[in-house]
């Protein structure tokens, strides 16, 4: 393989992680200014336009512009298989194509889900499903810029390093997902007649609460883990940014939840959760090997 073509699959590799970030937080911005139906209909954003033209209010602008971010996610995808076919033509890797096809896949299948949860209204477990979707292509997005080393190592970490990194990315899950469903027990719904999903938003942030205590202790223990066995370098690195996000990120979660859920903060807080995610799945990547 080239190295031009070797630095464009990395360039793409990036620009895919870094595109799908964007858009987790320009769809945050969608529901936090009540804009989930300024387009209220899909694929058209009214009935008798692909564009609000006529019916252009800050609320269709905002749906629109985040609506139009899909067709640069796509280009990317589509230049990231590209390179990635072009790669394995010249000797590369057949599962850097393999990740590259899943990519692609991903974003008309998230347009499609994005067009579900406005026709049913924005019903707050199709838009929690949407969230996690998106940060399941983020998870993806980091696999392959880890694939851009070379092929995803076999685990030969000890056991308890492997079984260690799992139940922390578990717990990582687990916050992300919690997370998620007290977004939709609380306000902020993308539109002021939009139906929440009825559960206790106190009863809920407490056990998100929790499940962050467990997802940061066991980062730590992993840390420390990693530190006494005399892990490897990338192993270390990964495992400190992870615990430095997660700071930052459950610092930024109480503050929203004693001041009332500025949105402002909200917002920080959902690009906090794509970058945990992104950086969860390279620590659990590079603790595989010894």
Same mark, same amino acid.
């Given at each position: 393989?080239?190295?031009?073509? /070797? ?11 870094? /595109?799908?970030? #964007? ?30 033209? $006529? @019916?252009?209010?800050? $609320? ?26 072009? @790669?394995?033509?010249?000797?590369? *890797? ?48 980091? #696999?392959?810029? *880890?694939? %851009?080393? &070379? ?17 922390? &990315? ?22 002021? $007649?939009?139906? *929440? ?11 998100? @609460? ?14 420390? #883990? ?23 990120? &459950? ?14 903060? #909200?917002?920080? $807080? %959902? ?18 090997? @010894?």
């Amino acid at each position: 393989m080239g190295v031009n073509l /070797a630095g464009r699959l990395r360039t793409l590799a990036w620009a895919t992680l870094i /595109a799908n970030i #964007v858009i987790v937080v320009t769809g945050g911005a969608v529901r936090l200014t009540g804009s989930g139906l300024g387009c209220p209909t899909w694929p058209r954003c009214t009935d008798d336009a692909l564009t609000p033209r $006529h @019916a252009l209010t800050a $609320h269709s602008a905002i749906e629109f512009g985040n609506r139009s971010l899909t067709f640069v996610l796509t280009a990317i995808a589509v230049l990231t298989f590209i390179a990635a076919y072009q @790669a394995v033509k010249a000797g590369g *890797r057949t599962q850097l194509r393999t990740v590259a096809f899943w990519l692609a896949l991903s974003i008309p299948a998230q347009a499609v889900l994005g067009g579900i949860t406005v026709k049913t209204h924005l019903n707050p477990w199709v838009v929690g499903f949407h969230l996690l979707f998106s940060m399941s292509i983020i998870g993806l997005a980091a #696999v392959y810029i *880890r694939m %851009m080393d &070379g092929p995803l190592p076999a685990p030969t970490a000890g056991r308890p390093v492997t079984l260690l990194a799992w139940a922390m &990315g578990a717990a990582g899950v687990a916050v992300l997902v919690v997370g998620t469903i007290v977004t939709g027990s609380g306000p902020h719904a993308g539109d002021d $007649h939009s139906k *929440r999903n009825g559960l206790s938003p106190l009863q809920l942030s407490q056990l998100h @609460a929790d499940l962050v205590f467990l997802f940061v202790g066991l980062t730590i223990g992993l840390l420390f #883990v990693l530190w006494a066995t005399g892990a490897r370098p990338e192993a270390l690195r990964a495992a400190r940014l992870l615990l430095i996000v997660e700071i930052a990120q &459950g610092a930024i979660g109480f503050v929203q939840y004693f001041t009332h859920l500025p949105v402002v903060l #909200v917002g920080f $807080h %959902m690009l906090g959760a794509a970058l945990i995610m992104a950086v969860m799945t390279w620590t659990v990547l590079s603790t595989r090997e @010894a």
